[in-house]
Nanobody, 119 residues
Framework: EAQLVESGGGSVQAGGSLRLACTTS????????MGWYRQAPGNECELVSAISSDGSTEYADSVKGRFTISQDNAKNTIYLQMNSLKPEDTAVYYC?????????????WGQGTQVTVSS
């Protein structure tokens, strides 16, 4: 059974940093993109950042310059370094894998990790 296990969420003050990690098991990535989605109460599930198997990245405009996505293929893990956090970054963050959990399904597939940023 394929699993995406997120870790690293928590509560920080505005301006602080957090690093999320997602480790996969039972999942063969091949050339699929992986990434992070988030969903705040009352909001839609939105793509925060994605990374291709060859390392190409994309970011939502709201996080550009503050968040960095990376991967360690040997560890089957992707990361999201979040700096200069803002209260509007508060959400449940979900790891996503194209072909397994992507688009709106990303916010329903795994358990996610809560990120809370206080002002």
């Amino acid at each position: 059974e394929a699993q995406l296990v997120e870790s690293g969420g928590g509560s920080v003050q505005a301006g602080g940093s957090l690093r999320l990690a997602c480790t996969t098991s039972g999942y063969t990535r091949d050339d699929s993109d992986m990434g992070w989605y988030r969903q705040a109460p009352g909001n839609e599930c939105e793509l925060v950042s994605a990374i291709s198997s060859d390392g190409s990245t994309e970011y939502a405009d709201s996080v550009k310059g503050r968040f960095t996505i990376s991967q360690d293929n040997a560890k089957n893990t992707i990361y999201l370094q979040m700096n200069s956090l803002k209260p509007e970054d508060t959400a449940v963050y979900y790891c996503a894998a194209d072909g397994l959990a992507w688009d709106a399904a990303a916010c329903y597939w795994g358990q996610g990790t809560q990120v809370t940023v206080s002002s």
